[in-house]
């Protein structure tokens, strides 16, 4: 099965930016083949702060990130189907969740709904079916001031779209978090290639190494050199 998806990826992702890894680094995986992420090997304890921003319906990273380092995973997803599906599962108490938006400024952020109502996330992405909603939204300095933080271990996102303008301010407010879990949407026809090399090459001049590319070719894993 696990094969099968990757023929998928690569058949279907047959066209991915241009980004090459920059150091070799022992991994780890947490979580499942759709929803996990690479992270450098016996990198976190327990006492290490992790933010994890669009949950969706699948918490097995966050989960799995738990199990192994006993630390607080604080998780973030405004979405209305994932606030309705998490207050049906039983959390653990190292999971914090917060219905929040994370985004480049505080207030309220539009989200447009998936053209495929059995679809859960949100995206940047207006379409001709779209509806929109309202969603409350803060920055990642926000963030930090109101759990009390001075600075971030680990930090995933899979934001649908809005991680370019998010990732431009947390590099203006002086926030590096020492792993940073991207997933880009390039695959969005509206964003493109373009827009995800610029990013990476963005980070890579405000210190952060490339070690890990998914066989999406969408998650993408960092740490500050």
């Known amino acids: 099965m696990l094969e099968k998806i990757k023929r998928y990826y690569r058949f279907y ?19 499942t083949v759709y929803g996990g992420w690479n992270i450098l090997k016996n990198s976190l304890s327990k ?24 630390c607080t995973v604080f998780g973030f997803d405004p ?3 994932v606030v309705n599906w998490l207050s049906k599962q039983n959390l653990p108490e190292k999971l914090v969740y917060i219905p929040l938006a994370l ?12 053209t495929n109502e059995n679809n859960v996330s949100h995206t940047i992405i207006k379409h001709k079916t779209s509806k929109e909603i309202l969603v409350q939204s803060k920055c990642l300095k926000s963030i930090l001031k109101d759990l009390g933080h001075t600075n971030i271990d680990l930090l995933k996102m899979d934001i649908e ?3 370019y303008g998010v990732i431009e301010n947390m590099v203006s407010e002086n926030i590096y978090p020492k792993q940073l879990l991207v997933e880009f949407h390039h695959f969005f026809p509206e ?20 070690y890990s590319i998914a066989d999406s070719f969408c998650e ?3 740490v500050l050199n």
């Not at 933010?51 to 969706?56: D, K, M, N, Q, T």
């Open 47 to 70: 006492d290490s702060i992790v933010y994890s921003f669009g949950l969706g319906e699948d918490i097995s990273f966050d989960l799995s990130i738990i199990n192994k380092y006993n």
């Open 161 to 163: 779209g809005f991680e």
């Open 191 to 210: 964003i493109g290639n373009i827009k995800t090399e610029k990013m990476i090459k963005f980070l890579e001049k405000n210190n952060y190494k490339l």
């Open 103 to 114: 985004a480049a400024t505080d207030g309220e952020l539009t989200f447009y709904s998936p």
């Open 13 to 31: 992702f047959k066209n991915p930016p241009n980004a090459k890894i920059h150091i070799k680094a022992n991994l780890e995986r947490h979580g």
């Open 79 to 81: 979405t209305p189907k």
């Open 220 to 222: 993408y894993s960092f």
